[in-house]
C-alpha cells in the first residue's frame, strides 16, 4: 500500500524566513503526490501535486514542492514565510482501489506556526 | 453553491443513536469521497462514489457505517449505534473524473 510519513508534528519559522514542512513516501511503481492545507474551522484546501516532469512544483499561496526520487521526499517550501500561513499542513499520495478508483493516504500532518 | 457543502456542521448525539450527514457535491462532480479525521491524525478513506454506486467501501470500519448517493448527487454517510470512537471529522469531497479532489468543511461528530 501506498503511504506518506510527516515526520515532524510541530514546525515554528519566524516571518520573513523560509519554511520547510518534509514529508517522505513510500509507494510501488510511479508516486502521484499532494499537498493540502487546513485553516481552522474550514476543510482542506488544495495546494499543489506532483504527478511527472519537473522536480520543483509551483502551487497556491507561493508554495512549492521538490520532488526527490533517490531520498523518496517531497518537502514543501516557501522562500519568505507570512504569519497567514500559520496552519495544519498535508502531505498525500494516490492510492488505488479495488475498482481502479483513486483515493488519497494523507500522512498525520504538521502543524507549522509562523512566528511574528 | 461554489464548493462542497456538508450539513450539519457540528453534530452531538448520544452513544448508541442513529447519525446521518449530508454532503453536497460541486454540481455535475462524477466522483465522491467521504472521509474520516480523527483528532491528532490526516483524514481516512471511507467509501467512494462514482455515479451512484458505491465503487469503493473498502475504508468503512464496519457494518454500522453506510452511504448512499441514490439520484448521482447528494450523498448521506449513515452511523447506526454510535460509539464514542466515532467522534471525529467527516470530510466529504468531489472531483471530476480523474482530477483533484475539492473538501468540504466537514461535520464535526462528537458522541457522548
Known amino acids: 500500500a501506498q503511504s506518506v510519513a510527516q515526520p515532524e508534528d510541530q514546525v515554528n519559522v519566524a516571518e520573513g524566513n523560509p519554511l520547510t514542512v518534509k514529508c517522505t513516501y513510500s509507494?510501488?511503481?510511479?508516486?502521484?503526490l499532494f499537498w493540502y492545507v487546513q485553516y481552522p474551522n474550514r476543510g482542506l484546501q488544495f495546494l499543489l501535486k506532483?504527478?511527472?516532469?519537473?522536480?520543483l512544483v509551483k502551487g497556491s499561496y507561493g508554495f512549492e514542492a521538490e520532488f526527490n526520487k533517490s531520498q523518496t521526499s517531497f518537502h514543501l517550501k516557501k522562500p519568505s514565510a507570512l504569519v497567514s500561513d500559520s496552519a495544519l499542513y498535508f502531505c498525500?499520495?494516490?492510492?488505488?482501489?479495488?475498482?481502479?478508483?483513486?483515493?488519497?493516504?494523507f500522512g498525520t500532518g504538521t502543524r507549522l506556526t509562523i512566528i511574528p | 453553491g461554489a464548493g462542497v457543502s456538508q450539513t450539519p456542521s457540528n453534530k452531538v448525539t448520544e452513544k448508541g443513536k442513529y447519525v446521518e450527514l449530508r454532503c453536497d457535491p460541486i454540481?455535475?462532480?462524477?466522483?465522491l469521497y467521504w472521509y474520516r479525521q480523527s483528532l491528532g491524525q490526516g483524514p481516512e478513506f471511507l467509501i467512494y462514489?462514482?455515479?451512484?454506486?458505491?465503487?469503493?467501501d473498502s475504508g468503512l470500519p464496519n457494518d454500522r457505517f453506510f452511504a448512499v448517493r441514490p439520484e448521482g448527487s447528494v450523498s448521506t454517510l449513515k452511523i447506526q449505534r454510535t460509539e464514542r470512537g466515532d467522534s471525529a471529522v467527516y470530510l466529504c469531497?468531489?472531483?471530476?473524473?480523474?482530477?483533484?479532489?475539492?473538501f468540504g468543511q466537514g461535520t464535526r461528530l462528537t458522541v457522548v
Open positions: 469531497a468531489s472531483s471530476p473524473l480523474r482530477s483533484g479532489a475539492f
Open positions: 509507494v510501488s511503481g510511479n508516486p502521484y
Open positions: 506532483y504527478i511527472t516532469g519537473d522536480n
Open positions: 498525500a499520495v494516490r492510492d488505488i482501489g479495488p475498482r481502479g478508483n483513486e483515493k488519497l493516504t
Open positions: 454540481s455535475g462532480h462524477t466522483a
Open positions: 462514489f462514482q455515479g451512484t454506486g458505491a465503487a469503493d
